[in-house]
C-alpha cells in the first residue's frame, strides 16, 4: 500500500490563513497596547521594595503648571528663579531611592498687594490640578518679610502618600511695581501661623510621634520645638538608634514602637521583626525583649498597627509580660476598636494609657492643626488626653507653626508619663 501523497492547499486556503495570522498579530498587539497603557497608568509606590523612582517627569510637569499660572501676572509681578536642582532623597524603609526636580522662585508684588493674598491666589489657580499645597507661612527672604508657599507632587506610599517640594515661593513687595492687583483681596478671616485661638482650655495633653526610626530631618524639627513630645522609635530602622540618642539627649520620652500583626497579613510593614498571633509566649517574649534591648534607655512601648494583636487577650498577655519584666508602660494605640491591650495591661498592672485621636492621617499643614484643636478640646473635656502623630514633615511643620498656640490655649503639654497610670 502506498501512502497517497498530501494534496497541495488552495489558493482559498492560503488566503484565511494569512488572514488568521494577521488577526492573531493584531490581538496580540492590542493586549501589548492594553498592558502597557495600564502599567503606565499604574501610581508609583515609593515603599515598593528595593526599588528607586524617577520623579523628573511629574516634577516638570508641576513646574510647568506653576509657570502657566505665574505667568499670568507677568505684567504685574517680577517673576524670578533663584535655584533649580536635581533633588535626590533615600527611601530609608526600602534602601531605595526618589529623584526629583525643585526649584525656589522670588516673587515681587506691588505693595498694595497682600502677601498672603498672593499666595492664596496662586493656591485658588491650582485647585484641580496635580501640584499639592504642601505648606505655608510667614517668613523673612533676603531680610524682607515674605509668605513663603511650598509647592509639590504627592505619590503613592504603601497605605498613604508622600509629597516632595517642587516649587519654594517667597512672596515679598517690590516699591518699583505699581500696577494694582484688583484680583487679589487681603484675607479678612484666615487665622495667622501661631496666633492663639480665643478659646481657652484646660488640660494635660501628651503627644507621641510615631514611626521614628525612618529618617532623621521630621525627628529633628519636632525636638527643636522644645515641646515635650514622646517619640515612638521602630526597632531594626537606619536611624533608630540616632533617633534615641537624639531624643534622650535632649531629655525627652522615648519608647518603643512595636510591631505587631494587623488584620491583613499582608499589610506586616516590619517582617521578621512584628509580634504574630500565630507565635507561641515564648516566641513573644524573645521578640519583644530583643526589640527593646535594641533601644536602651527607652521608658515604654505602644504598638505600631497591631488591629489584629491587640484584640487576642493571649497573645497580649504574653507581650505585656515582657514588657512589664523590663519594667515599662504600655500605651494602646487603638487601632482597633475591639483592643483588650488597656485592660490587660491594667490587669497585669503595666502601667498604661490609649490614644484617643490621630492627628496626622492627612499630611496636609492646616488639617493637622484642625487635629491639633481637637485634642486640646479632648484634653479640655476629660482632663487628659493621650493623641498620636507621626515623624513627617508635614506633622513637623504644624506643630513648628501652632505649638505655642496649643500651650497659650491653656493646655499643658507634658510627657507622657505623667498620664499613664
Known amino acids: 500500500m502506498f501512502l497517497k501523497p498530501e494534496s497541495q492547499p488552495t489558493r482559498k486556503q492560503e488566503q484565511g490563513f494569512v488572514a488568521i495570522l494577521v488577526v492573531i498579530f493584531i490581538a496580540i498587539a492590542m493586549a501589548c497596547g492594553l498592558y502597557y497603557a495600564v502599567s503606565k497608568n499604574e501610581p ?48 530609608a524603609a526600602t534602601g531605595g531611592d526618589v529623584t526629583w526636580i525643585k526649584r525656589q522662585l522670588a516673587i515681587g508684588v506691588p505693595v498694595t498687594t497682600d502677601l498672603q493674598g498672593a499666595s492664596d491666589w496662586v493656591k485658588s489657580k491650582l485647585q484641580g490640578s496635580k ?32 509629597t516632595y517640594t517642587t516649587d519654594t515661593i ?32 484646660s488640660g494635660k495633653l501628651a503627644v507621641i510621634i510615631d514611626d521614628c526610626g525612618y529618617s532623621m530631618d521630621p525627628v529633628r524639627k519636632l525636638v527643636k520645638t522644645g515641646l515635650p513630645f514622646n517619640y515612638a522609635i521602630i526597632p531594626y530602622k537606619p536611624y533608630s538608634s540616632d533617633v534615641l540618642h537624639l531624643v534622650t539627649g535632649a531629655g525627652k520620652v522615648a519608647m518603643l514602637h512595636l510591631p505587631m ?32 534591648d535594641t533601644l536602651p534607655g527607652i521608658s515604654g512601648v505602644n504598638n505600631h498597627e497591631g488591629s489584629r494583636s491587640t484584640s487576642d487577650t493571649d497573645v497580649m498577655v504574653a507581650t505585656l509580660k515582657a514588657i512589664k519584666s523590663r519594667g515599662l508602660f504600655f500605651v494602646d494605640s487603638a487601632t482597633s476598636s475591639a483592643s483588650v491591650a488597656q485592660l490587660t495591661a491594667r490587669r497585669l498592672g503595666v502601667p498604661t494609657g ?5 492627628l496626622d492621617n492627612v499630611a496636609d499643614v492646616e488639617s493637622i492643626h484642625s487635629q491639633m484643636l481637637e485634642a486640646a478640646e479632648l484634653a479640655d473635656r476629660y482632663g487628659t488626653a493621650i ?10 511643620t504644624a506643630w513648628t507653626y501652632y505649638g505655642k498656640e496649643i500651650q497659650e490655649s491653656g493646655i499643658q503639654m507634658v510627657p507622657v508619663t505623667a498620664l499613664v497610670r
Open 261 to 292: 500583626e494587623p488584620m491583613d497579613a499582608s499589610q506586616i510593614s516590619e517582617p521578621g521583626h512584628t509580634v504574630l498571633n500565630r507565635m507561641d509566649d515564648n516566641q513573644i517574649r524573645s521578640l519583644v525583649l530583643n526589640a527593646i
Open 44 to 91: 508609583v509606590d515609593v515603599l515598593e521594595a528595593k526599588k528607586s523612582f524617577d520623579l523628573t517627569e511629574e516634577s516638570k510637569e508641576a513646574l510647568r503648571t506653576v509657570d502657566n499660572i505665574l505667568l499670568e501676572k507677568k505684567d504685574n509681578w517680577q517673576l524670578q528663579e533663584r535655584a533649580r536642582e536635581d533633588a535626590n532623597e533615600k527611601i
Open 387 to 396: 493623641v498620636i502623630c507621626h515623624a513627617r514633615p508635614a506633622t513637623a
Open 170 to 201: 517667597y512672596f515679598f513687595h517690590n516699591g518699583n511695581l505699581t500696577k494694582v492687583d484688583k484680583d487679589i483681596r487681603k484675607p479678612s478671616t484666615q487665622k495667622k501661623p501661631g496666633t492663639t485661638p480665643k478659646k481657652k482650655y
Open 131 to 162: 501640584v499639592k499645597v504642601i505648606s505655608e507661612r510667614t517668613a523673612v527672604y533676603n531680610g524682607w518679610d515674605s509668605y513663603r508657599l511650598d509647592l509639590g507632587i504627592e505619590v503613592k506610599a504603601g497605605k498613604g502618600t508622600q
Open 354 to 358: 490609649k490614644n484617643l485621636l490621630f
